[in-house]
């Protein structure tokens, strides 16, 4: 099994900055993507960024420009800097992670992000 843990959610103000990262732990597989999903209450989960083992990102339009996704040098961590917080990014936000070990896909607690004045 990979186990996920994610954290850097919060509270933050309407223009100001969080990190959120998300570890990844288990033997036996390999990682080939890793990203970001979100969820507001009332709506669908949505993609926010993904990123691949060989360095390819992508994003939402809602976010670009102001979220950067990345990896570290293992590819066992993501992160994810989010700039420019609007209210609108108010939601629970999901790592979520493609391996090569059964089930595949994988998804982390959540972690609530909220930005509001």
């Known amino acids: 099994q990979v186990q996920l843990v994610e954290s850097g959610g919060g509270l933050v103000q309407p223009g100001g900055s969080l990190r959120l990262s998300c570890a990844t732990s288990?033997?036996?597989?390999?990682?080939?993507?890793m990203g970001w999903y979100r969820q507001a209450p009332g709506k669908q989960r949505e993609m926010v960024a993904r990123?691949?083992?060989?360095?390819?990102?992508n994003y939402a339009d809602s976010v670009k420009g102001r979220f950067t996704i990345s990896r570290d040098n293992a590819g066992n961590t993501v992160y994810l800097q989010m700039n420019s917080l609007k209210p609108e990014d108010t939601a629970a936000y999901y790592c979520?992670?493609?391996?090569?070990?059964?089930?595949?896909?994988?998804w982390g607690q959540g972690t609530q992000v909220t930005v509001s004045s």
């Open positions: 979520n992670v493609y391996a090569t070990l059964a089930p595949y896909e994988y």
């Open positions: 288990g033997t036996g597989f390999s990682i080939y993507i």
């Open positions: 990123i691949s083992s060989g360095g390819s990102t």
